[in-house]
């Protein structure tokens, strides 16, 4: 037997002697039901390594990482149901992050248009900061700390947040600059080689970041919480070229799925 099917096999078994999971969980179901499961509903379950195999989504993903080329993690699917999955744990975090910095900064009181004007603080180049840019700066600390647990959960070593893209236009494509450079970097006071680069919120990809599944932005409008807010425009110049910011994901990154944004109160917006 291939080892990557005992592995498989076995996780799905020690998944099934567990306890009672957690409700709605795909990962609660033994060896048998999880068979069963999969026959009469394929979208449920996912191709690890080229085969077939009876594993439902979130424990597949679990599997194919394990079974990964020197240790390297290898996802290669992201169905619907696990899409879901992720949108849902996005549209939470939105949502708490309002709600918890609303009420740590203002006392739980929505701010006008007139507050989200108004001046809340100076940056380190003593320039105002408005209402609306610093809850929008807390907003996103906050969702971005929340996105980090759960996606930890859902899709481990599938996922980057705020990840950096930089346009090389000798190749005329977007490359990913690893983490450690952009901190190196900015450390050296070279921040400015990192001009023209872009930085999604929620990156889900196969484990390369250069292979991209879907692409998400925390969108927190300090007023008018009911409207989609814009999705930002960029500047006429390349690599821009006048695009906005859902455009520009799709053409530089080219996710499987069209990029969207999270928002409290409307949820997921494509």
Known sequence: MPRWLWVAGLAVWLS????????????????DSATATCRQTPALCARVAGEETV??????????ASVGTAGSVVLRVLTEVE??????????????A???VILAILDGVPPTEEKCREEAERDKKNQPVSWARKLGTEMHKVARECAQRKLSELR??????????????????WEF??????????????GGELKGSIAPDVVIHTGDPNR???????????????????????????PYNGRNQQRLYQ???????????IQPRIGVVR
């Open 98 to 100: 309002r709600s918890e």
């Open 83 to 96: 899409r879901d999955l992720i949108e849902q744990a996005l549209v939470e975090c939105a949502e708490a």
């Open 212 to 238: 991209v599944f879907a692409i998400y932005d925390f969108k927190f409008p300090c007023v008018n919480t009911d409207e989609r807010a814009p999705w930002r425009r960029y500047p006429p110049d390349p």
């Open 16 to 31: 099934g002697c567990a306890g009672t999971p957690e409700r709605g969980r795909t990962d609660r179901y033994g060896l």
């Open 156 to 173: 481990p070593g599938g996922f980057s947040l705020e990840p950096r893209y930089r346009y090389d236009p000798d190749t005329e494509k």
């Open 251 to 261: 053409d530089a990154l080219r996710p499987t799925h069209r990029p969207a944004s």
């Open 177 to 190: 600059i690893d983490e450690k450079e952009v901190r190196s970097l900015l450390e050296q006071g070279r």
């Open 55 to 64: 594993v439902p989504v979130s424990r597949a993903v679990q599997v194919s």
